[in-house]
């Protein structure tokens, strides 16, 4: 976003909403990035998911 196009922004459309379009365009990466690592996260949840009563139900060393 250009000054100038920031400064049309403010005068069209007011204070407020401008700095929220900014704040907007700075932290699109870091959503992102929050987004990614949420997905990684479900999937590592998933797969726990499955692997904890394989590791509780022993064979060998049952604990329940």
Known sequence: MEVNELINLIVNNG???????????????????LASSINKLNTIIYMLQNEIPKIIYCEKYPLI
């Open 15 to 33: 204070f407020p909403v401008a700095v929220s379009a900014y704040l907007l365009i700075r932290l699109e990466k870091q959503i992102v990035s």
